[in-house]
């Protein structure tokens, strides 16, 4: 335990390791038990809102960390983004797919409620817990390497807990969007920037899938509104220590 507290890069890994134990225990709680509720609790309120995204923006608070850095190539960063975007949303058809769905507007309301913290979550581990795994790394290339694959890494081992261990095909595609995305953020070096675009892949995709129609939607709002809290409250909390900060150097 020492180890962890004195070394970001174990305790990134153990934190890993929780993000993946509950989400793989929601999915089986689904899938093998089928106890679609429990699951749904677990899955939206338990992985998403507490683990996904309290943990990080805990940790995040403790060890001061920043959602952005500055940036080091915003073009080819933006590349490699848009990259990311076609390939999983046009090439792969699922566009086309929602456009045949023709889905209602409460159905659209719903998966944009229930993947706002799932893809907040994984965000927050893949683009500020991940990056503060690894010191240094903005200018190592050796680290700046490793970081990229740890990200990529970590999208395919995500969604390969997903599915149970069933699913190589969606993990290797996960793992080649991880890898787009982790060299947009290699270069971006913003959570923000490149957060949305996963929430879009992510949606475009789930809503493609046509998998979460039945989801129930008093949880959905419950997991939204939980995570939308934990972000509020530190945004509020960050401004206040800016504040602080700026006030104490005003007085020296």
């Known amino acids: 335990m020492k180890r962890m507290k004195t070394n970001p890069f174990f305790l990134g890994i153990f934190l890993i390791v929780v993000f993946y134990l509950f989400w793989g225990v929601s999915q089986f709680v689904g899938i093998k038990m089928r106890q679609p509720l429990q699951s749904s609790l677990l899955f939206s309120i ?17 060890f001061h960390w920043n959602y952005n850095e500055p940036s080091s190539n915003r073009i080819i960063g933006y590349l490699f983004l848009v990259v990311a975007i076609v390939f999983s949303t046009i ?15 409460i159905i659209i309301l719903k998966y944009i409620l229930l993947f706002f913290p799932m893809s907040l979550g994984l ?17 190592n290339k050796k680290k700046s390497a490793l970081l990229v694959i740890l990200i990529s890494a970590f999208f395919f081992f995500s969604f390969y807990v997903d599915s149970l261990f069933q699913d190589i095909a969606l993990a290797v595609t996960m793992g080649f ?15 923000w920037i490149v957060y949305p675009v996963l929430f879009i892949i992510m949606l475009v995709n789930t809503l493609a899938d046509n998998k979460y129609d039945e989801y129930n939607f008093a949880i959905v709002i419950v997991s939204a509104l939980l995570s939308a809290t934990i972000l509020v409250v530190d945004f509020m909390r960050s401004r206040k220590w800016i504040t602080k900060n ?5 007085s020296k």
């Open 46 to 62: 338990a992985f998403t809102g507490l683990i996904g995204c309290f943990i990080p923006i805990y940790f995040k608070n403790k």
């Open 91 to 105: 090439l792969s058809g699922a566009l086309l797919k929602i456009i045949e769905l023709n889905y209602s507007w």
């Open 123 to 139: 965000g927050l581990f893949a683009f500020l817990l991940i990056p503060n795994m690894i010191c240094e790394w903005q200018n």
């Open 177 to 191: 969007i991880g890898l787009l995305l982790g060299l947009g953020y290699l270069f971006l070096r913003s959570f």
């Open 246 to 250: 700026r006030l104490k150097q005003v």
